[in-house]
């Protein structure tokens, strides 16, 4: 009989700490990270893999109600002051511990620019720390709608964000990075080991975090592969146990594989065309010294060039539910009313409000499209750029991964371009503030995605009082009010709410979010 060694011994005492059957999870998608800094990108790809790393005071449950996280309970002191007991013994992935200088700070921070996560701290004035474990958000107003912004604020460490030079958010419109773009340290069930861009993210089992997994999963190994085709075979092959995209065209052939299933629903994203209403004159546009976007009589043709019908037979496949609002069935504040097409397809309509605008003989325009990020993202602007020229609109499609495309529409580089809006909070003013209200120069929440930079005083007041209005009956029907103003004047060209399919391989359970995030622990691998 061997001896038994030191080494040895710790080796068993390790195997006894594994939980029975834990696994690694091999994921694919066509879109990669952009950052792993969590106050820097507005992204639900790069949101969904930081939050498997860092977390937040509060988050939601299976069935999208808000629960305790780093913090254990809250209350109201008044209505402007949230006060929030944190919970202690919690560490850091570096091992340090979890306090409120590190709440205060990392609120601070996603309210501070460069920050572009403003809009999930958009209700709080100020963080102020009480004691070691206790913290108050001094409120703008009353907000009906804080809890559910701070799902998405991370909580990072004050210590190690200073000794590594990331007190501020990277600033990703100027493509900067800083520590905290390729590293984090946060106190989520993750820890992550490396982020190499295009090729691969790795995070392992966070053994002292502070709850129990509901899964088995050790390990995450995600890999972009952009190449639709190769995502398929890579899932078929047995090399990725789950692609979150799987291509369009292909889920037939996976959903008659005996190795594979599917589990798809109604996301809460809207795909939509935004329109530049802002400049004086279009960028790349044929017309000279004007812009022909800011003449509703021409948003509205661009809106009935579109075959909507077309593209969700031929293009979508019934992967997209025809809209004609900018939120989804599961968003408070949606109506079937609402979501009936403003008005319907027409060529010649559409040919006819050209003429009484001024443009007989139509114009040339430029459509900025995503090609890896939506369900068949690419395949859509072709089809909308095909109609918009038969009906005189001479347009010319510009396709740019995600990571190009986004960064273009934060910093209005855009004529036209396609877009997908998921909503967090389940809750319309989430789309209203970024998308509709009047972009904020100060670098606040409001207005960070109006790339069209709309800009409506009524619609702006509305959305206003939408923030501070508890009473829940009036503050719907102030929703509906925006959504129609919105919708009756063609500021933007919704699509269709996406239906998001999940591709896997039969050995693996896990729960289909209507937010897209996959959630590892609650992910089991057999």
């Known amino acids: 009989m061997k001896p038994i060694t030191k080494l040895g011994l710790m080796a068993a005492a390790l195997a006894l700490l594994q939980p029975a059957g834990a696994a690694t999870l091999r994921v694919a998608g066509a879109n990669d990270v952009l950052t792993f800094d969590p106050h820097a990108q507005n992204h639900a790809t790069s949101i969904a893999y930081q939050f498997m790393a860092y977390e937040g005071l509060v988050r939601y449950t299976e069935k999208y109600e808000v629960e305790p996280a780093l913090a254990t309970r809250w209350t109201f002191v008044t209505p402007t002051q949230l006060r929030f007991e944190l919970r202690k013994d919690v560490k850091f992935h570096d091992g340090a511990p979890f306090t409120a200088d590190d709440v205060v700070f990392s609120i601070t921070r996603a309210m501070t620019p460069p920050s572009n996560m403003t809009t999930y701290v958009q209700s709080v004035k100020e963080a102020r720390k009480v004691d070691d474990y206790t913290v108050d958000l001094i409120l703008k107003g009353p907000s009906p709608m804080v809890l559910r912004e701070l799902n998405n604020a991370a909580i990072m460490n004050k210590a190690w964000a200073e000794k590594n030079n990331a007190v501020k958010?990277?600033?990703?419109?100027?493509?900067?990075?800083?520590?905290?773009?390729?590293?984090?340290n946060g106190t989520g069930p993750f820890i992550l080991e490396a982020w190499q861009p295009d090729t691969k993210t790795t995070l392992k089992k966070n053994a002292a975090w502070w709850d129990r997994p509901k899964g088995n999963i050790d390990n995450?190994?995600?890999?972009?592969?952009?190449?639709?085709?190769?995502?398929s075979a890579a899932l078929i092959s047995g090399q990725v146990d789950l692609v979150q995209d799987p291509p369009v065209q292909d889920l037939e052939r996976l959903r008659r594989d005996p190795n594979l299933k599917i589990l798809e629903g109604l996301e809460t994203r809207t795909i939509f065309i935004g329109m530049d209403q802002h400049r004086d004159e279009l960028l790349g546009s044929s017309v000279k010294g004007k812009n022909p976007l800011k003449d509703k009589r021409v948003r509205q043709a661009l809106y009935q060039a579109v075959d909507i019908a077309a593209i969700e037979r031929n293009v979508m496949r019934g992967l997209g539910k025809p809209t004609g609002t900018m939120i989804a069935p599961m968003v408070n504040g949606w109506t079937k009313e609402l979501a009936v097409r403003a008005s319907k397809f027409d060529v010649e309509a559409a040919k006819k409000l050209l003429a009484d605008a001024g443009y007989p003989n139509g114009f040339e325009l430029a459509l900025d499209c995503p090609n890896d990020r939506y369900i068949s993202d690419e395949a859509i602007c072709q089809a909308v750029t095909a109609m918009w020229t038969k009906a005189g609109i001479k347009t010319r499609l510009q396709l740019n991964p995600m990571a190009i495309h986004s960064a273009k529409v934060q910093k209005f580089d855009v004529t036209t371009y396609l877009f997908g809006w998921g909503v967090p909070t389940f809750d319309a003013l989430y789309t209203l503030d970024s998308l509709m209200h009047t972009v904020d120069t100060k670098g606040g929440a409001s207005g960070n995605f109006n790339s069209g930079r709309i800009s409506n005083p009524r619609l702006?007041?509305?959305?206003?009082q939408?923030?501070?209005e508890m009473d829940s009956a009036k503050r719907t029907d102030m929703i509906h009010q925006a959504l129609q103003i919105v919708k009756d004047d063609y500021d933007y060209l919704p699509l269709?709410?996406?239906?998001?399919p999940w591709a896997m391989r039969k050995e693996v359970t896990t729960v289909h979010n209507a937010n897209d995030r996959l959630m590892p622990i609650w992910t089991t691998v057999k």
């Open 460 to 464: 702006d007041d509305l959305i206003d």
């Open 466 to 468: 939408i923030k501070t």
């Open 496 to 500: 269709h709410d996406q239906i998001r």
């Open 169 to 184: 958010a990277q600033d990703y419109k100027s493509k900067e990075e800083s520590y905290a773009s390729r590293n984090a």
């Open 220 to 231: 995450i190994v995600f890999t972009p592969i952009k190449a639709a085709a190769t995502r």
